[in-house]
């Protein structure tokens, strides 16, 4: 079920804080933003197979504000949850490039990708994961990540997990500190955070599933 957050809410959170509205605080900005970010996502019946409803997050790339809004609203949950910003983010092969090199740079960090095995040069480091119908691999480069770095993977859906957790595999091995994982939506039945070794935020709560 998609995540139900109100302009009300947004109210309440501030009154509750004791911080007047003029100046809001984080957790008010950022439901804020949800709101309008939700709003902008597209549904798709029987995509990408009949009887799945694919959402569609596109839309937030397409108008330069509403990709502010997307950075802002990762940036805030970052800073409120951390208290201090990353080294590194890491992206995934491909949807995580569409937004990973954008709050790398709002967050002064370094942004290194996870990409299928043979598409980066140099030596690598590579793992496996599991998909639908066989077995995947991916690949960091070797000096992507220095030892000790504070990394934060992030890409647009989490479903089964296994992705992510291949690319949190591939920070550790690099030897890299795993702070967290960063999504924009989360298939909620699929569990797949169950999966993950670090604490998951995810900004929006898909409704893709069956139709």
Do not use: W
């Not at 809410?9 to 008010?28: F, K, L, V």
């Not at 091995?173 to 939506?185: A, E, N, P, Q, W």
């Amino acid at each position: 079920m998609s995540q139900q957050i109100t302009a009300q809410d947004a109210s309440n959170t501030a009154q509750e804080s004791g911080h007047a509205t003029s100046h809001p605080p984080r957790t008010t900005e950022l439901a804020s933003l949800k709101i309008r970010l939700r709003s902008a996502l597209r549904q798709f019946p029987d995509f990408p197979e009949p009887g799945i409803l694919f959402e569609d997050i596109l839309p937030l790339f397409a108008d330069p504000t509403l990709h502010e809004a997307l950075i802002r609203s990762l940036e805030l949950h970052i800073l409120e949850t951390y208290h201090e910003k990353p080294d590194v983010i890491v992206g995934l092969d491909a949807r995580g490039f569409l937004f990973g090199p954008s709050l790398a740079l709002r967050l002064g960090a370094g942004f290194a990708p996870v990409r299928k095995r043979g598409k980066l040069p140099g030596p690598c480091e590579t793992e496996s994961f599991k998909k639908e119908y066989g077995e995947d691999f991916f690949q960091m480069q070797a000096d992507a990540v220095k030892k000790g770095q504070k990394v934060l993977v992030v890409d647009d859906i989490i479903a089964t997990g296994g992705s992510a957790a291949a690319a949190g595999n591939l920070v550790t091995k690099l030897g890299g500190t795993l702070i967290g994982f960063v999504f924009i939506l989360e298939l909620d039945f699929l569990k797949g955070r169950d999966k993950l070794p670090a604490p998951v935020f995810t900004l929006l709560h898909g409704q893709e599933g069956k139709v």
